[in-house]
């Protein structure tokens, strides 16, 4: 009895399919929105130096399994690509570079959304790299890329 009622089903689920010739077509780009290699959220964030607004499109690493991966074994990072590891609730931070190819800045962001401090971190180097204090985010840079622009302490960083 069951393998009939088996049958009837895929009988019916495949009469509901659409024939190749009517099948909608596939898209292959990555939606708008999401990082094409890590599948996380893309979004916008904004650091001001002086009165000039710098404009990164950072990938969201929201949950604890997306924060402890980061950038691992990631092999590029654009000029104003990142990371943000939102810090809910605000705490004391410390990063490494364990498994990480590519040469960062670590941009520890206050409870304000002034940045605290910057980390110059080292690829496979498991040093911890602490926050000057509570941080509400954490953002990861290509390496040299906030010396390049000027971005140091004191700065806002808006996401």
């Not at 019916?12 to 939606?31: E, I, K, R």
């Not at 890590?38 to 990164?56: C, E, Y």
């Not at 190819?101 to 498991?126: F, Q, S, W």
């Not at 926050?131 to 390049?148: I, W």
Request: charged share 15%; glycine share 10%.
């Amino acid at each position: 009895m069951r393998h009939t009622v088996f049958a009837a089903l895929c009988l019916a689920l495949a009469a509901c399919s659409p024939s190749s010739g009517d099948a909608a077509p596939q898209s292959t780009q990555t939606p708008a929105g999401v990082h094409p290699v890590s599948g996380l959220a893309v979004i916008p964030l904004t650091i001001t130096h002086n009165g000039k607004a710098h404009s990164f499109r950072v990938e969201v690493a929201a949950s604890t399994q997306e924060q402890a991966r980061g950038l691992m074994f990631r092999t590029e990072l654009g000029p104003d690509e990142g990371m943000i590891f939102p810090m809910d609730p605000p705490r004391n931070a410390s990063f490494w570079m364990k498994n990480t190819v590519i040469p960062l800045d670590i941009i520890y962001i206050g409870t304000d959304g002034r940045i605290l401090n910057i980390a110059d971190a080292k690829p496979y180097d498991e040093t911890p790299l602490p926050s000057a204090g509570t941080v509400k985010g954490v953002l990861e840079l290509a390496a040299g890329r906030s010396k390049e622009l000027g971005i140091g302490p004191g700065d806002m960083a808006a996401w």
